[in-house]
């Protein structure tokens, strides 16, 4: 009766298109008709979304660690361990920082899809997307930072290294044949800068792999269920009582799978969508979503500061005020005397 009321007012607000006040009447109202049948899975959505996008302004005002703190102490162990040219002077900071600013991003995006709801626009399988995308990048700065050994953090950067290399060098293998796809063959210096760049990465790829033995990446799926897993073990400090109530681990391995029904445009998710599923689904990506990219951004806040004055944020860090109990709660795991 609920799902038939909502087709109903659907309809009125078609009808009703030149008049705004009515229009908004009725989406008030179909509001109400989803949240009594979803249990309130769109305010749900719209209080996870808000708080997604509150992590954006850390996502945009990127900053590195402070010295002396146990991520730069990482990026020390790694340049020691692996020294190459070819790589940055924070190699760990780099392969931690970008991953996390960009889930940010992602739930950033998500936010402004959610707002379109109250003009009636639905971007369902959008959101879901954004939510599996954010949940790859945060999983991927969780699993490099989560260890309080700077030697591990060090090894699994060399890992997340060698896995990026590897995929720049098969973009860069077929870039030659995007070159020569036109009508007019691109210029030679075009061929030339392309061979320069393949040459540096082909060669950093080589010597990391013939001279240290980094680990296989296990892929996206691995690295999201042992960040959702080590999240479990480390409750955050911030957490309003989801968590709580019941595991990450289950929850963020079943919507990536139900994630990649959209991802991929396959369209066996939409079985679950009827009776204010799809509601409820979205509400579930951004969850899990929200929960890694906050715990993303703390861990790289916690062993980005000094470990005596946890306390103090870099000065160029803008983190939400409700993460800083679980910065200063995890602290304690990487205060080494």
């Known amino acids: 009766m609920r799902l038939t009321a909502v087709s109903a007012i659907n309809e009125r607000m078609s009808a009703n298109a030149e008049e705004p006040d009515a229009v908004q009447k ?19 959505i ?39 040219p070819y790589l940055s002077n924070m190699p760990v900071t780099g392969e931690a920082l970008y991953p996390a600013a960009n889930a940010t991003e992602n739930l950033s995006a998500v936010a ?66 995007v070159l020569r ?9 075009k061929f030339a800068q392309l061979a320069d760049h393949s040459g540096k990465v082909d060669k950093a790829l080589a010597h990391i792999k013939d001279t240290y033995t980094p680990t296989n990446f296990k892929g996206p799926l691995k690295t999201v269920t042992r960040a959702a897993a080590w999240i479990d073990g480390h409750r955050p400090a911030h957490d309003t009582g989801e968590l709580a109530a019941g595991a990450l681990l289950p929850n963020a391995d079943s919507f990536y799978s139900m994630g990649s029904s959209p991802t ?29 990219t906050e715990c993303a951004v703390a861990l790289f806040e916690t062993l980005s500061r000094d470990p005596a004055d946890a306390s103090t944020p870099h000065e160029k860090a803008r983190v939400p005020s409700n993460l800083e109990p679980t910065v200063q709660a995890w602290a304690q795991m990487f205060n080494t005397p």
């Open 112 to 177: 402004v899809l959610v707002k379109e709801q109250e003009n009636g626009q639905l971007y369902a399988g959008e959101v879901m997307q954004l939510c599996r995308s954010a949940m790859d990048s945060a999983a991927r700065a969780i699993w490099l930072l989560c260890d309080p050994s700077a030697e591990e953090r060090a090894s699994r950067g060399l890992t997340l290294v060698v896995n990026g290399l590897d995929e720049q060098a098969k973009f860069l293998g077929k870039q030659a044949a």
């Open 264 to 292: 991929h445009g396959l369209s066996w998710a939409t079985d679950y969508a009827s009776g204010g599923g799809i509601f409820r689904m979205m509400s579930d990506g951004l969850f899990c979503a929200l929960i890694m």
């Open 181 to 189: 796809s036109g009508t007019t063959i691109a210029p030679p210096e």
């Open 26 to 44: 009725l989406l008030a109202a179909r509001k109400t008709i989803v949240n009594l049948a979803t249990g309130g899975a769109l305010d749900r």
């Open 46 to 84: 719209n209080q996870r979304a808000g708080r997604g996008q509150a992590l954006r302004p850390w996502g945009i005002s990127m900053h590195g660690p402070l010295a002396g703190s146990p991520l730069a102490e990482a990026d020390a162990a790694f340049l020691s361990a692996y020294p190459h």
